[in-house]
Nanobody, 119 residues
Framework: QVQLVESGGGLVQAGGSLRLSCTASGSFSSVYTVGWFRQAPGKQRELVARISVSGRTNYAVSVKGRFTISRDNAKNTVYLQMDSLKPEDTAVYYC?????????????WGQGTQVAVSS
């Protein structure tokens, strides 16, 4: 069983910063690509940023230059540093990870953490 737990969400004023964390726990061998997604009310879930096991990253155009994804493999944790936040960044943020365990690879989702940016 693998669990992904997100933390770090909250309410912040426009221009402020937050750092989200996503930690994998349970029984597994390796954590591969991890992505941060977000879903605003009435909108589809969208990819925000993704990081491979080697550290290669890619970002949505809307957050490039403001958000930074990083990982600490020793802690099985991926971070999303969000700077210069805008009201349109308001959403529930989810992490998604490809995890290997018992010889198979599966995709897992966290429960989500709310980010609210006030103008």
């Amino acid at each position: 069983q693998v669990q992904l737990v997100e933390s770090g969400g909250g309410l912040v004023q426009a221009g402020g910063s937050l750092r989200l964390s996503c930690t994998a726990s349970g029984s597994f061998s390796s954590v591969y690509t991890v992505g941060w997604f977000r879903q605003a009310p009435g909108k589809q879930r969208e990819l925000v940023a993704r990081i491979s096991v080697s550290g290669r990253t890619n970002y949505a155009v809307s957050v490039k230059g403001r958000f930074t994804i990083s990982r600490d493999n020793a802690k099985n944790t991926v971070y999303l540093q969000m700077d210069s936040l805008k009201p349109e960044d308001t959403a529930v943020y989810y992490c998604n990870a490809d995890v290997s365990s018992t010889g198979s690879l599966a995709s897992y989702w966290g429960q989500g953490t709310q980010v609210a940016v006030s103008s």
